[in-house]
């Protein structure tokens, strides 16, 4: 394993710029299929963590011996901030404010996910397992994948949030401004975290430079039960991100982006391209949103089922909204035909 120090790093490894600003990577092991979730210690007071890891007890071990590597403990960390409300980010957060006294701070929009975690996972599953229905996922695939998201819950876990930020206000550190921006469209509470002076841009899951971020459909924090368009959301949060001076992007997983602009015009294209594809398929004959995913995908692995599904509903929002397709019923199902 590579030993992560601030004296340690090469000067070819991505990560050195970000070390040299005071900001140490630590890859945390998750359960997941994205791999390891990137956990920055911030050297600075007060001493920070963004986002903690997955509640397991590997991943703690690591997260303790990663951030003895660098010459602290856990029980110096004095805040702990956390980037949105999926558990390979979340799940440690408690545990490591209950060893080290850390304030914990959130996005308002994610305080009552966090607080009331396992309820609202439930509210999330019961909503998701509402819209695979919709949108023509049989039966078996749904109530397997429920039974995967149960198995999955005990990496998250509930955390008190001390410090409850607002987008646009600033946190003030000894040596650096952190301003909180929300960008939603990943979840509902993705927020990223801009040091305007460093030009460097803590951003989790909003922008990830070796996938792009699912726009996962979630229920909204409105409580309207209202399928929310969360690819739409998630450009629309892209769109500002684009025009924001930064040179280092910090993702949540994978490597740092030194050119964010054109891996979001990547993105962007990306996005137009599958959306025309599924216009195509929508031309040829009306189809539900899961016959779309299986025209692409093929067999779909069940704990990919609702993750695809979210992908082509995601699309299927940008022709509804340009008019280019329309959503009919079929058996109860929701079924897209060509409008133009
Ligand atoms: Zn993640």
Redesign the pocket.
């Known amino acids: 394993m590579v030993r992560t120090t601030a004296q340690g790093l090469g000067a070819d490894d991505p990560f050195a710029p970000a070390a040299a600003a005071g900001i140490h990577r630590l890859a945390i092991p998750t359960p997941f299929a994205?791999g390891r979730?990137n956990v920055y210690l911030i050297e600075d007071e007060p001493l920070t963590l963004v986002d903690a890891g997955p509640n397991s007890g590997t991943s703690f071990d690591e997260l303790q011996r990663g951030i003895a590597g660098l010459g602290h403990s856990l029980v110096d960390i004095e805040l702990v901030i956390l980037t949105h409300q999926?558990i390979?980010?979340l799940g440690l957060v408690s545990l490591v404010a209950a060893h080290s006294g850390a304030e914990v701070a959130a996005i308002d929009a994610a305080v009552p996910f966090v607080e009331h975690y396992s309820l609202e996972a439930q509210a999330d599953d019961d909503f998701a397992r509402d819209i695979m229905f919709r949108n023509g996922i049989p039966e078996d695939v749904v109530s397997a994948l429920q039974s995967v998201s149960q198995a999955f819950r005990a990496w998250g876990a509930r955390a008190h949030v001390t410090r409850v930020l607002r987008d646009g206000e600033d946190i003030g550190f000894g040596d650096r401004t952190l301003r909180v921006h929300h960008r939603p469209g990943h979840s509902p509470t993705d927020t990223v975290f801009h040091d305007r002076e460093r030009r460097i841009l803590l951003a989790?899951?909003h922008l990830l430079k070796h996938i792009s971020s699912n726009p996962l459909i979630t229920r909204s924090l409105d409580g309207s039960g209202e399928r929310p368009q969360a690819l739409v959301t998630y450009l629309e949060s892209l769109r500002k991100t684009r025009e924001m001076d930064v040179d280092l992007v910090l993702p949540?997983?994978g490597d740092p982006i030194t050119d964010h602009r054109s891996l979001i015009d990547e993105r962007f294209a990306l996005h137009r391209r599958r959306a025309d594809k599924i216009h195509g398929l929508i031309a040829e004959r009306p189809r539900s949103a899961y016959e779309i995913a299986r025209a692409i995908w093929g067999n779909i692995a069940v704990t990919q089922a609702y993750l695809t599904l979210s992908e082509v509903l995601g699309h299927i929002d940008l022709l509804l909204n340009a008019g280019r397709v329309r959503e009919v019923e079929r058996n109860g199902v929701a079924v897209f035909e060509a409008s133009g």
């Open positions: 994205v979730v999926h390979d980010h989790a899951d949540g997983h």
